[in-house]
């Protein structure tokens, strides 16, 4: 195992250069492996971080898989730093270069697993996901990544950012991939032989080309589309932001005050404003919530599946970073719902590909799945 430097692309933390076959599988940075020290992407714990003496459950599978020769670890990646972050930007440890337009950026937090399989180094990577995080960057990069439904995959010796909405889930360049990365996390796992065919569309304001890329695939598709609304979806997005960072506050707070001078600025900020929200703030918004819970109840006795744009547009250059935030769409009101969540490319009259967001009921991941392969064959012709 091999540090990384610097001066390289910033998409790796650390590399691991054995032999073998099966499909190279990297590992974010904020899950525990054996012998290895968990950074965070960030300073204020990599100076102290000691090596792991046990890897996180969540790694079973790969391992069994290392052992008969049908998988390979090639690193631990990157992120935005304490993955509380949408742009990936990391000014410790470098910010990994989108391959599809460097200008602009690979998003967050998950910057580095995301980089590692769009620019061919890995097959499978494991990211975390806490209000997008494997989605966002998936979207960025224009690779698959799906979000599984909370509590699925086990989140022990996983470094936390909000626990009640933390999710560990695979990226991969297509459906197959992310299928291969699911039976790594869950051995037995397996995609459904029968594909969700009722597509509720939710549209939400998004950039008329990401929105006529979407629904151009879905119609190639031969899906059953109908138009859903959900009501106040900006007053959702905003409730989940407000207890995803009341999370990150809490669980980052001790952090802040011993080693505020070792986190980076933007990061730094985020956590400070998000010390501000009140438990006042926090009781509005779990009845917000609640009601968001309950519009998906209602909905899923209408469709299978709930398709909207991963991100609202397309990803910022890098000097526009700010503005990602306001991109970020459906994706933190499905952790705070629990549920499923697929990222995957469509093809777009624009600078990059769109990104569709196909959303199911908790434990659906083997029918996303089978959707999205559904989708991707038709989009392939």
Do not use: Y
């Not at 730093?81 to 470098?94: C, M, Q, S, Y």
């Not at 061919?120 to 989605?135: H, K, N, Q, Y």
């Amino acid at each position: 195992m091999s540090p990384v430097s610097l001066a390289d692309v910033a998409t790796w933390i650390s590399t691991d250069s054995q032999p073998g076959s099966g499909p190279r599988v990297a590992v974010k940075d904020l899950i525990d492996m054996a012998g290895l020290p968990t950074t965070a992407g960030s300073r204020a714990i990599a100076e102290r971080a000691a090596p792991a003496t046990h890897d996180a459950p969540c790694l079973a599978g790969l391992r069994e898989a290392q052992r008969r020769g049908a998988a390979r670890f090639v690193g631990k990646t990157n992120l935005h730093e304490l993955a509380f972050g949408v742009t990936g930007i990391n000014a410790a440890f470098g910010t990994p270069v989108n391959p599809l337009d460097p200008r602009r950026v690979p998003g967050g937090s998950s910057s580095g697993s995301a980089v590692a399989v769009a620019a061919g180094e890995a097959d499978v990577a494991f990211g975390t996901d806490t209000g997008g995080s494997v989605r966002i960057p998936a979207a960025c990069c224009g690779i698959a990544g799906l979000k599984t439904t909370w509590g699925r995959v086990s989140l022990e010796d996983v470094r936390p950012l909000a626990p009640a909405l933390d999710t560990i889930g695979p990226m991969a360049r297509d459906i197959s991939g992310l299928v291969t990365g699911m039976a790594l996390l869950e051995p037995g796992f397996t995609i459904a032989a029968e594909a969700p065919r009722t597509v509720g569309r939710l549209a939400i304001g998004a950039d008329p080309t990401i929105d006529a890329a979407i629904d151009g695939a879905l119609r190639t598709a031969g899906f059953d589309v109908q138009p859903v609304s959900i009501p106040d979806v900006d007053a959702v997005i905003a409730a989940s932001l407000t207890v995803l960072s009341a999370a990150a506050w809490a669980t980052n707070a001790d952090l802040v005050r011993t080693s505020a001078d070792l986190i980076g600025a933007d990061v730094l900020d985020r956590l400070r404003r998000s010390s501000t929200i009140t438990e006042a703030d926090l009781a509005a918004a779990r009845v917000t919530i609640a009601g968001w819970r309950a519009a998906l109840d209602d909905l899923w006795r209408q469709v299978d599946v709930l398709a909207a744009p991963t991100l609202l547009g397309f990803p910022a250059l890098i000097e526009d970073a700010a503005t990602m935030m306001a991109l970020r769409g459906l994706t933190s009101p499905v952790n705070v719902a629990g549920v499923p969540s697929l990222a995957m490319p469509v093809p777009a009259d624009g600078p990059l590909p769109a990104s569709v967001q196909l959303i199911g009921p908790a434990n659906s991941e083997d029918r996303l799945l089978a959707a999205g392969a559904v989708l991707e064959a038709a989009l392939r012709g």
